[in-house]
């Protein structure tokens, strides 16, 4: 069945800092690739997503390539703010299906001041 | 505001009762999901309803059930609760419920059992 691994957290940087919080799947056919963030006490936003091979999704500073030939799809952001303090969780949906969403685990950024 | 609507936001209630939430989807989203979100889980897929008719299965257990109306709201019924259904539970919406279509995902419901 599907899956996706992502890194544990918590990820703690300084405003500024480069980050990368790495995410590999395991899915039969081309799914497509979502990193939704979640704020404390409120529900999931879509941040940004990729649905073929190569495809760069970007969205608020943070980027991320799905990559087919080692199955990631690690998310990035060259400067953090405090703001970006949250639960990021990469997802992905298997086409063949009907758009139901399997989840990583979810990976805690706290970026202080 | 991403337009779906969850009630209760929490819900207490004991061990063996039923309970049911309540999700209004974004305006003209055919498609609701249903999601738990537990500690140990973390964000697992329940079911998903099409329009009225149930569409895919994920893990969800024999005690839960779920409807979607033709109002399209849906509900989601969990009986015989037990302690280990402490979760959050979220509802996401879709245009169709197909492809690559975004989900959006209202701010959940947070069950307690005690």
């Known amino acids: 069945g599907n899956s996706v691994t992502q890194m544990e957290g918590p990820v703690t940087l300084s405003e500024e800092a480069f980050l990368t919080i790495n995410c590999t799947y395991t899915?039969?056919?081309?799914?497509?690739l979502f990193w939704y963030v979640q704020y404390p006490g409120e529900g999931l936003q879509l941040l940004l997503k990729?649905?073929?091979?190569?495809d760069k999704g970007s969205n608020k500073g943070f980027e991320a390539t799905y990559r087919k030939e080692t199955t990631s799809f690690h998310l990035e952001k060259g400067s953090v703010q405090v703001s970006d303090s949250a639960v990021y969780f990469c997802?992905?949906?298997?086409?063949?299906?009907?758009?139901?969403?399997?989840f990583g685990k979810g990976t805690m950024l706290l970026v202080s001041p | 505001d991403s337009g779906v609507t969850q009630t209760p936001k929490h819900l207490i209630t004991a061990t063996g009762q039923r309970v049911t939430l309540r999700c209004s989807p974004r305006?003209?989203?055919?498609?609701v999901y249903w999601y738990q979100q537990s500690l140990d889980q973390g964000l697992q897929f329940l079911i998903q309803?099409?329009?009225?008719?149930?569409?895919a299965k994920g893990n969800i257990l024999e005690r839960f059930s779920a409807q979607q109306f033709p109002d399209l709201h849906s509900e989601l019924n969990l009986s015989s609760l037990e302690l280990g259904d402490s979760a959050l539970y979220f509802c996401?919406?879709?245009?169709?419920?197909?492809?690559?279509?975004?989900?959006?995902f209202g701010q959940g419901t947070r069950l307690t059992v005690v």
């Open positions: 996401a919406s879709s245009a169709t419920g197909t492809g690559t279509n975004e989900a959006f």
């Open positions: 899915a039969t056919g081309y799914p497509s």
């Open positions: 990729a649905t073929k091979a190569d």
């Open positions: 997802a992905l949906s298997d086409f063949s299906g009907y758009s139901t969403l399997t």
């Open positions: 305006s003209g989203d055919l498609s």
């Open positions: 309803y099409y329009n009225g008719e149930e569409r």
